[in-house]
Each structure stands twice: as structure tokens, then as C-alpha cells.
T-cell receptor
Framework: SQQGEEDPQALSIQEGENATMNCSYK?????LQWYRQNSGRGLVHLILIRSNEREKHSGRLRVTLDTSKKSSSLLITASRAADTASYFCATVRTGGGNKLTFGTGTQLKVEL | ETGVTQSPTHLIKTRGQQVTLRCSSQSGHNTVSWYQQALGQGPQFIFQ???????GRGNFPPRFSGLQFPNYSSELNVNALELDDSALYLC????????????FGSGTRLTVV
């Protein structure tokens, strides 16, 4: 079963704008990860944030984690057409080994 | 350092048949996990292999089975294929003690007709 929901399901923005995607989950976690998927192919790991962290940056990516609300957000700044893809959050549950439980995904389209 | 490779990339099978999908893990990774991704959905965990033994399983019937070999490569076998088995099957490798650092292959697109 899916861990949670991602919001919005689809997002369309202009190149240069910022894109924000949200993820909610249901259980206690060790960490939360974000992945990108182009055209239904393999997943690319973007960033990992551990349960004791509140914010993390990597290049144009900024991730926040609020464990009290069981939610996370991914911000992509100064978006490019090449950022067009589906974005998934995935959690590693506390005591759940290291399997990933994915959300439902956000389809991002960045237009020129 | 090589990434995760999966074969074949596409496959069409008839309902009731059996299929074997293959995955070579990334160098240095000793754990392999398999995921099923239906169209428009997030990936769902099938099972994980560590040191050639199943180490965790998702909500999939026994006709989904797997193997891990001494070189950490892996196979996913599905018997008695059903139309709902049509999906993208993804393999991911990781180092056992590292809860992050998952590397995914490009997937095998299975169509059951």
C-alpha cells in the first residue's frame, strides 16, 4: 500500500519559476527520500533527509521535514524544462528494514 | 563504478505464462529490492534479498518469487501471469547498513495480454 499522498498530483509552471511539492506519510520514519522519474523509466535519487533533520539543501533543491505533521516538502528553485518529470517521496519506516514506501507522485511540467 | 542494469527492457507475455526478469546490482551493493509500478502509481515493494536470502516481502502472492546470486545479481520470477501484472518492474540495489543510497535500474516494462 502507498505510504501517503503527494500534493499536488500535477503542477505546471514556467521556466524560471519555483516548484513546490508536498508529501504526507502515515508512520514513524527513519528517513524520507525524494526521487525523480522521467517518462516512466528508472527512479533517480535526489535527496535524503533523516528524521532528526528539519531542512536540507542540494543545489537547486530544498527539502523540509516536519515529523510532528508527518509531512515533507520539496522545493525546486529556478526550474528548467529539463526538470519536467514525476517526483516521488519515499519513506523508510522505523523498524521497517530499509525498504522504501512510496507516495503517489507529483507530475511536474516546466514550460518554456 | 557501474549502475544497476535490468533486462530485458520490454517484454510481452500471454496470461498464464511465466516470466523471469534480471537485475545486476551496483558494485559494492549487497542488497537488492524489487518494486512493481503500475501506470500512474508509485512503486510498490515486492521483496528484498540480502546474502541470497529473502529479507522482507510486500503484499504480493507467492507466484512472485526471486533469487539472489553470490555476485549479488538477482532475478524476479512471476508465475501464472495475470493481466494486472502488467507494470514497470524496478530493481534497486543498496548497501545493507545504509538506509539511503538506493540506486535504481531503468526497469522492465512487462505487458501481459
Amino acid at each position: 500500500s502507498q505510504q501517503g499522498e503527494e500534493d499536488p498530483q500535477a503542477l505546471s509552471i514556467q521556466e524560471g519559476e519555483n516548484a513546490t511539492m508536498n508529501c504526507s506519510y502515515k508512520t514513524s520514519i527513519n528517513n524520507l527520500q525524494w526521487y525523480r522519474q522521467n517518462s516512466g523509466r528508472g527512479l533517480v535519487h535526489l535527496i535524503l533527509i533523516r528524521s532528526n533533520e528539519r531542512e536540507k539543501h542540494s543545489g537547486r533543491l530544498r527539502v523540509t521535514l516536519d515529523t510532528s505533521k508527518k509531512s515533507s516538502s520539496l522545493l525546486i528553485t529556478a526550474s528548467r524544462a529539463a526538470d519536467t518529470a514525476s517526483y516521488f517521496c519515499a519513506t523508510v519506516r522505523t523498524g521497517g528494514g530499509n525498504k522504501l514506501t512510496f507516495g503517489t507522485g507529483t507530475q511536474l511540467k516546466v514550460e518554456l | 563504478e557501474t549502475g544497476v542494469t535490468q533486462s530485458p527492457t520490454h517484454l510481452i507475455k500471454t496470461r498464464g505464462q511465466q516470466v523471469t526478469l534480471r537485475c545486476s546490482s551496483q558494485s559494492g551493493h549487497n542488497t537488492v529490492s524489487w518494486y512493481q509500478q503500475a501506470l500512474g502509481q508509485g512503486p510498490q515493494f515486492i521483496f528484498q534479498y540480502y546474502r541470497e536470502e529473502e529479507n522482507g516481502r510486500g503484499n504480493f502472492p507467492p507466484r512472485f518469487s526471486g533469487l539472489q546470486f553470490p555476485n549479488y545479481s538477482s532475478e524476479l520470477n512471476v508465475n501464472a501471469l495475470e493481466l494486472d501484472d502488467s507494470a514497470l518492474y524496478l530493481c534497486a540495489s543498496s548497501a545493507r547498513l545504509d538506509p539511503g543510497g538506493y540506486t535504481f535500474g531503468s526497469g522492465t516494462r512487462l505487458t501481459v495480454v
